[in-house]
């Protein structure tokens, strides 16, 4: 066969195919959307759904642990059978709303809603890349997302419940379908549900890395990267290497459970009866299980940080203090969270030598993590501070931070670890320092970027309300938490009503359940606020924020592609706020040195001289 | 002052291929499975109570057989970049017919197996490890094969040529990882046996 006849049919690259406007039509703008704003906003949403949920079923279980004489009758309607005679709450279904409201936050919200959101929504604009390195992957991402939900929500309506084993689902009890009713069919949807959620965990990593890497435009190098991107580039990393892992523990724990291996088992007796798997170990699932759970735990707090960094030297009107040393203290994290998972195993029988090796690895991340807390507060000093509602979030975020962060130094000792693991002061520490730094970071995020989502603004009193009552409900529902770990409380127990020393706490859990509510509703404030003001908030201008970075570059409602025009350049890192000598006290990347003589360091004068400058018309002048 | 030096202009980003570099990802995550069973082979291993059996020989054939296909393989993409289409197709063919004679030995390799008593299921750890490594190595596989489908199609419709090599590079790239991730699980079992 000759070779002349072979189509030589160039593969350029698709860089430049915003400019065949084809009208799409709704399924392919809103439903099956390639378009990373639109994916952005699915996971958002999705993530608000779960949230909800998540929420409501831990007004559930702090019912029963504040009010545990109370008749749950009224919840029969929603609940059915799980509310028996009595009006109690069934006893394994409260496993499986602990279990599910776990599962939910943890991957559902905190990984999928925060940077299956802002990864997406921000790369592309803020590195001016016209979109993800892969559309389809990336929605393909969202809908294998999607499919994970279907599948963990039709678990809730399974006859025998939801998983109930905790949402680290440890075996055997996982592994046992006869254990308890929640290790039988949600058990399985449950694995399911979470093979699709790495595969689009790793989908939308994948994505993000690539698109980091290969597609910032002219002038972005890694230096001049917003700490935004530097931080869901860093948690796409950690989660490609450790999601797998996740996959290969759930894996081995699907054959035990369902094709009669052993892994995880070995010698057990169940009901009487001997079971014949003999050789397993579960202390091995849980070794895979915190090689992946440990790095999870920084994957939801990395995004929130890097969203953090941002909102605060915006509106501090302040370069971010120490820069480099944000982005070396976030790789530093990176790295060492996988090497420390054992500190969540130091009572499961490890060796006590390896328990003080992992003790030091774990006591050495309280470096990195304070010199973090420390530049928040530092970029904040005597700066010309705005409050908006996104700032306050931040604010909190680095106050949850450091409170939540003191009590890991105490968990990390793990001769002290001996009493407090798996009380309620390991709750205490989670929530603060995961649950609700992330959430707040979460929350800021969508405060400070709606307008470029919806090209409306949120509204502000509602903004700050929601603000107080979440801030202050935070830590009335967790503080206390800590007093009752103290005083030795377990986790996942129905009922203190039996043990006579925990008598004197019956108040506080009434106290903290209260609060909890409380909290609870203070966010249908934020949905109200968010929906309402998407159709009717007042319209956005092209740059509230007066912020430096380029996504304030694009129109108000950004089309396919991001930018009518050609993609502004970048000359200069998006931290020149307050420049000495400037008109404006922020300078957007896109601003040549050249044009701004008054306020160039002597050096970057002499830079100025030989720097390109690209017309750029269609950028939006956002002076 | 450190401003400065991040305001220093930097010429245009280069950038890789991004399929090629996703490719490449898409990889490391493959191999972080890999490398956690085989911790946990190591740990489980170091824990006791672990049986020891011999290996089937034909794993020796099948390694040699995959070596093969991974230079039908390099062949085709070779071929690719000088244009001859007909080498291009023999070798994504031959490469495909190895990959399938690789898979049918794995396959008798677990019927020998069975008749020495090593099974997935029921046992001890050992020997489901075994099963675990090869099936999900063989899964990965079955993607290989789907994706040398892919490009024989694409060969037929004249898509691969010197000007378009990047689908053939990531095939090819896809397959060398698979032939030496086969043999790290070889030896990886073997050394530890
Ligand atoms: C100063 C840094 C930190 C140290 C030294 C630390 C230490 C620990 C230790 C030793 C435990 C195990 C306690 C036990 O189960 O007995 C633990 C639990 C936990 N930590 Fe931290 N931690 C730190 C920061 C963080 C951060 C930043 C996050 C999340 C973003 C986090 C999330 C968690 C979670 C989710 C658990 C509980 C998991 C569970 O058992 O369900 N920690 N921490
Ligand atoms: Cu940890």
């Known amino acids: 066969m000759s070779v002349t006849d072979i189509q030589l049919q160039e593969n350029t690259a698709h860089d430049d195919h915003h400019d065949d406007h084809h009208e799409q039509s709704f399924i392919e703008k809103y439903i099956f959307s390639t378009d990373h704003k639109t994916i952005a906003k699915q996971f958002l949403i999705t993530g608000i759904f779960w949230a909800i949920i998540g929420g409501a079923f831990s007004v559930i ?28 709450l069934d006893q394994e279904f409260y496993l499986a709303l602990v279990t599910m409201h776990g599962t939910i936050m ?27 390195a892969s559309g389809f992957m990336n929605m393909l991402s969202y809908w294998f997302f999607f499919l994970s939900s279907v599948i963990m929500f039709i678990s809730l309506f399974l006859e025998t419940g939801p998983a109930a084993g905790g949402w680290t689902i440890y075996p055997p009890l996982s592994a046992l379908p006869q254990a308890i009713q929640g290790s039988a069919g949600g058990m399985t949807l449950w694995l399911v549900s979470m093979v699709f959620f790495i595969a689009s965990t790793l989908l939308g990593g994948i994505n993000y890395i690539t698109t980091v890497i290969n597609m910032r435009t002219e002038g972005m190098s890694f230096s001049r990267l917003p700490l935004t991107i530097w931080a869901f580039f860093i948690t796409a990393v950690i989660g490609l290497l450790s999601f797998p892992v996740l996959f290969s523990a759930a894996l081995l724990l699907v054959f035990d459970r369902s094709l009669g291996t052993s892994f995880y088992l070995s010698e057990i007796f169940i009901g009487g009866e001997a079971l014949p798997n003999i050789g397993g170990s579960p202390i091995l699932y849980q070794h895979l299980f915190w090689f992946l759970g440990h790095p999870e735990v920084y994957i939801v707090l990395l995004p929130a940080l890097g969203i953090t960094s941002e909102i605060i030297s915006t509106n501090s009107r302040k370069p971010i203090f120490g820069y480099r040393a944000m982005i070396g203290s976030m790789l530093a994290i990176a790295f060492l969270s996988f090497i420390v998972w ?8 490890l060796n006590p030598f390896l328990g003080s090796i992992f003790m030091f690895l774990t006591l050495i991340i309280a470096v990195p993590s304070a010199v973090k807390a420390f530049n928040y507060i530092t970029t904040l000093w005597k700066g010309n501070i705005v409050f908006t509602p996104a700032m306050l979030f931040s604010i909190g975020l680095v106050s949850f931070f450091i409170s939540g962060g003191v009590t890991g130094i105490f968990l990390g000792n793990s001769a002290l670890d001996i009493n407090l693991h798996d009380t309620y002061f390991v709750v205490a520490h989670f929530h603060l320092v995961m649950g609700s730094a992330s959430f707040f970071g979460l929350l800021a995020g969508v405060y400070h970027w709606f307008p470029k989502m919806f090209g409306r603004m949120m509204d502000e009193k509602l903004g700050y309300i929601h603000f107080w009552v979440t801030f202050v409900g935070v830590y009335l529902v967790f503080f206390p938490l800590h007093y009752i770990g103290i005083a030795g409380f377990p986790r996942r127990y129905y009922a203190f009503t039996n043990f006579d020393a925990f008598s004197a706490f019956t108040d506080l859990n009434t106290f903290v359940s209260v609060a909890a509510i409380l909290t609870f509703g203070a966010q249908f404030i934020f949905i109200f606020n968010f929906f309402y003001s998407m159709f009717r908030g007042r319209k956005a201008p092209a740059n509230p924020w007066r912020s430096n970075t380029l996504e304030w570059t694009t129109p108000r409602n950004p089309g396919h592609g991001n930018w009518p025009g050609a993609i502004p350049k970048v000359y200069r890192w998006p931290y020149d706020y307050s420049k000495p000598g400037a008109e404006e006290d922020f300078i957007p990347q896109h601003i040549p040195l050249s044009q701004t003589p008054e306020s160039n360091l002597e050096e970057e004068n002499e830079l ?9 018309k269609n950028v939006e002048d956002s002076h | 002052m450190m401003e400065a030096q991040m305001n220093a202009p930097i010429g245009k980003v280069r950038a890789m291929n991004p399929k090629i570099f996703g490719l490449w990802l898409f990889i490391i995550s493959i191999t972080m499975i890999f490398i956690s ?4 082979y190591i740990v489980k291993q170091a824990e006791g109570n672990w049986r020891i059996f011999e290996f089937p020989d034909l794993f020796k054939v099948t390694s040699l057989i995959i070596v093969l296909s991974s230079v039908s393989m390099h062949w085709s993409y070779i071929a690719a970049k000088r244009n001859n289409l007909l080498q291009i197709r023999l070798g994504l063919v031959v490469t495909a ?14 019927n020998e197996l069975v008749s020495i008593d090593v099974n997935f299921s029921g046992g001890n750890p050992a020997e489901s490890f075994v099963y675990v490594f090869t099936g999900l190595h063989v899964a990965h596989l079955i993607g290989g094969v789907i994706f040398l489908a892919v490009m024989l199609k694409a060969s037929f419709s004249y898509k691969v040529h010197s000007k378009s090599l990047t689908k053939i590079e990531m095939c090819t790239t896809y397959w060398h990882f698979l032939g030496g991730l086969w043999l790290y699980l070889y030896l990886f079992l073997v050394l530890n046996n």
Do not use: C, Y
Not at chain 1, 111 to 127: K, M
Not at chain 1, 608 to 616: D, F, G, L, Q, Y
């Open chain 1, 61 to 88: 279980f702090r019912l029963q642990l504040g009010f545990p004489d109370m008749t749950l009758e009224w919840l029969k309607p929603i609940l059915g059978k799980w509310i028996d005679e009595g009006g109690k």
């Open chain 1, 106 to 132: 943890v991957f559902f919200v905190l990984t999928a809603g925060l940077s299956g959101t802002f990864s997406n929504f921000l790369i592309p604009l803020q590195i001016g890349a016209r979109d993800m």
């Open chain 1, 342 to 349: 054992a500190h969540h195993m130091f009572v499961s029988g």
């Open chain 1, 608 to 616: 100025a001289k030989t720097e390109e400058v690209r017309e750029s």
């Open chain 2, 37 to 40: 069973l085989s911790s946990a």
């Open chain 2, 97 to 110: 017919i190895l990959g399938a004679a690789f898979m049918i030995g794995q396959f008798v390799a677990w």
